[in-house]
């Protein structure tokens, strides 16, 4: 596929192939949950199954795959909410017994939508979430209802993702739930009051809830005051701003270097090293347009700069020869383009040095380890915007001899570079 033109065509054949090497090993992949619903008398619900698999390590497992397969049956059990309501909502449970099991009822997955008008299929699935609304308007004990996913502000088949925020005022169950209304899960965040006032307060970093916020939708709520907080969430707070185009930088560059290393060293095509860088610097266009990324953040990008990224995307993607000169001549265009932010990017690093006069590598090391940010700043020196000196430090303080460290102070040309917050 990398040395081919992208039509339709072919990502539709490498979706089936991909679908088909899943499909055919489904039930060893899969086998530790089917026998442990086995082995639970054939029947698990959800909060069984969720209880096993994080005792393992898995923080997710793609049941509805099972369930669309017909490998598992799904029925619903009743559950409530909060402690003091009354109101019963389905929860799913799963069947599935290796005695009972017949290969021949297994379908395979179906490849991109059906042949059912899709407006059929954003009827059922809005019936669904009506459902559960009222059931939200009759329990006493929530509060607020949203709306995310595809429901929210895509398009709708199929195999799109509902999703659901309730705030409650009573003690919660579960922070977590997988619902079913009419044969369509929807998946279920659960905040008791004082949490969900205080993450839509502090979710101003980017991060992929505060994607998940901003994109929802209240659809009900008894609380008038959540309509205010929620216009909070559209947008970033400066620091963690420049803090995400830090780190968008350091990954992106990262990603670069492995291209180039698989393409140059290890005569690989290196493709999927850029096409994550990519998606690295769509994020960085986006935050600088002060908008907040989200998992579409390719085509927010080339909404916002359609010309640089028509070219490196979309034009690199179809191109059918992807040698290494084509794949060199796209990772320099990359790199001129960080180049050219450069400046705003590095404004913690450069603040940070500003604020000590010299900062010795181990301080910047502390401060870049708070944020989560892995980091080598010879890329910077090398940039002149900071320069390297070595500076003494002992191991242990009785010690009576001294090594060296890097230490960095600002270079001459960075003075007129220092900016503040709004970048």
Known sequence: MVNSTATKEILENTIRETYRFLDEHTLDNFRPILNYITENDGTATEKELEIYTRAKGLYFVDLEYLHRRRIIRRTFAPVKITKKGRIEYNMPQYHFDWDSFDSKEVIPSQIG?????????????????????????????????????????DKVWEKSDIGAILATSDEKYRSR????????????????????????????????????????????????????????????????????????????????NKALRALNVNDDPAFSFILSAIRRLANIEVILD?????????????????????????????????????????????????????????????RLIDKYQEATYSLIWNYLNEINIPIDLSDFVKKDLIDEIDTPIRFVRKSSSNMNQPAYILADSTSDMMMGFDV
Do not use: W
């Not at 020869?321 to 705003?344: C, G, M, P, T, V």
């Open 113 to 153: 939508p059906s042949n059912v008008d899709r407006s059929i299929i954003v009827k059922d699935y809005q019936a669904a979430f009506d459902s559960l609304f009222e059931k939200v308007k009759q329990d006493e004990y929530i509060l607020s209802l949203m709306v995310f996913g595809s429901l929210a502000y």
């Open 177 to 256: 739930h997988s619902l079913i209304e009419m044969d369509v899960s929807i998946d279920t965040l659960v905040y008791t009051r004082d949490e969900y006032r205080k993450i839509l307060q502090r979710i101003t970093d980017g991060s992929v809830i505060q994607s998940l916020f901003s994109k929802s939708k209240v659809v009900y709520t008894k609380d008038e005051t959540i309509y205010d907080i929620y216009e909070d969430i559209q947008k970033m707070g400066s620091r963690d701003l420049e803090h995400i185009l830090l780190a968008n930088y350091v990954y992106c560059r990262d990603l670069l």
């Open 290 to 350: 002060k908008q907040i990324p989200i998992r579409e953040s390719i085509i927010q990008a080339l909404e916002i700069n359609p010309k640089f990224f028509n070219t490196i995307f979309i034009e690199a993607v179809r191109k059918s020869s992807k040698d290494e000169k084509a794949l060199n001549a796209l990772i320099q265009k990359i790199e001129e383009y960080l180049d050219e932010r450069l400046e705003k990017i590095v404004q913690p690093i450069l």
